[in-house]
């Protein structure tokens, strides 16, 4: 199933929304990081995560359109398009998390005409009492986009059995996080990561099908263990790095016990639907205890950092950000002086989409983890 993941996750041509749209039904392109996806469900379209174009794309048209000192993923995920390789997605959604996506959305209603695209704001104030009605009237704006693509009229019983879809999606993706943690010689960080990487390209009834079987295998299987620390991996919220440097991480000797990749399927737990579905699934995004760059309040995150670290019982933290992420960097020096006032050991690392060579990340993480075992 491993292996099978890392196929389609690596395939920039999107073969299972071709599968998909083969059979006369539509796709929904949803950039990161957080897009309602159940009401994209909800209306019989494939919501599917875009994560850029990874290692596999050569950016040869993009640079035309788009600044030099700009993060990856817009670049690639813009040389998708222009290649045609987009052309299946009938809709795209691009939250409003930082000056890229938004003149992402822009670039698309032009580039593709007939296509919908969609900004989606989200609050940043979570105290006012507008803050929940706002986020709804976004919601209907979106829907109005999704009808235009084809969806299926929204309707709110529909949305409620998808909320209990994704909660399903939501719990098995859970435990595959609580064995990372709890168990983390059982499976590897690169497996995690797949294992959850297809929940945003696949219609989610198969993927929680597939993690069922998965579940017994992982829990019969041998723990391996070694020499290793264990872990915090902060930073790759919206940017994907490569499956060679996650696998690079391990290798050197750290166990990721908490981790902040794919941030989509973890924005919030059990979805509780009371009344309106919409407003529950615009409290659950504002009740989300989730703080990342691109949400919270600036003061809270030296004390959520703390709180990670002591939850997931880790002996250091890893940064990982991506070249020219604004966001991930300012939140750096924050959560640098928290750490530093507990005296936790940090390793900071940028990537960038395609990083071939890793000589330099190998010894300094091999360095980190020898200060921290033999100390």
């Known amino acids: 199933m491993v292996q099978l993941a890392r196929e389609v996750v690596l395939d920039p041509t999107y073969p299972t929304v071709r ?26 379209l494939l919501p599917v995560s875009l994560h850029g174009g990874g290692e596999n794309v050569e950016i040869s048209h993009a640079d035309a359109a788009l600044g030099s000192f700009l993060c990856s993923i817009s670049k690639s995920t813009l040389e ?3 290649t045609a390789r987009l052309a299946p997605f009938r809709a795209f959604i691009f939250p409003y998390i930082c000056d890229v996506s938004r003149n992402l959305e822009g670039i698309f209603s032009r580039l593709m005409p007939g296509t919908e695209t969609h900004m989606l704001h989200l609050p940043q104030n979570f105290r006012s009492e507008a803050t929940v009605p706002f986020l709804v009237a976004e919601y209907r704006r979106l829907i109005a986009k999704l009808e235009r693509a ?11 059995a998808s909320v209990r879809l994704f909660n399903l999606q939501r719990e098995r993706i859970g435990e595959l996080t609580a064995t990372k943690r709890d168990e983390p010689d059982k499976l590897t960080l690169t497996e995690s990561y797949l294992l959850r990487r297809l929940g945003g390209l696949l219609p989610r009834e198969v993927h929680v099908e597939l993690l069922d079987r998965m579940r017994s295998q992982i829990e019969d299987r041998p723990p391996r263990r070694k020499d290793a620390i264990r872990t915090l991996l902060v930073g790759p919220f919206c940017e994907q790095p490569t499956l060679d440097l996650i696998d690079l991480i391990e290798q050197a000797g750290c166990y990721i016990v908490d981790d ?6 973890r924005w919030y737990g059990q979805l509780e639907v009371e009344g309106d579905p919409l407003v ?45 992420c604004e966001p991930a960097l300012e939140d750096v020096v924050l959560y640098r002086k928290a750490l530093d006032r507990q005296k936790i050991p940090y ?15 190998r010894l300094q993480l091999e360095t980190f983890v020898e200060s921290i075992l033999f100390d």
């Open 19 to 44: 599968a998909w749209t083969r059979r006369g039904r539509r796709a929904v392109g949803c950039f990161p990081v957080y897009t309602p996806q159940e009401l994209v469900h909800a209306m019989g």
């Open 80 to 82: 998708l398009a222009l």
């Open 150 to 160: 084809g969806g299926e009229p929204y309707r709110p019983e529909r949305l409620e």
């Open 260 to 265: 902040e990749l794919l941030q989509v399927h």
């Open 280 to 324: 529950s699934l615009a409290r659950a995004y504002v009740q989300s205890p989730v703080d990342i760059g691109v949400r919270a309040a600036p003061s809270s995150k030296g004390e959520a950092i703390l709180r990670r670290v002591n939850d997931a019982r880790a002996q250091g933290v890893i940064f990982l950000t991506a070249k020219f």
């Open 347 to 361: 390793l900071h690392l940028e990537f960038e989409e395609r990083s071939t060579s890793f000589e330099q990340s």
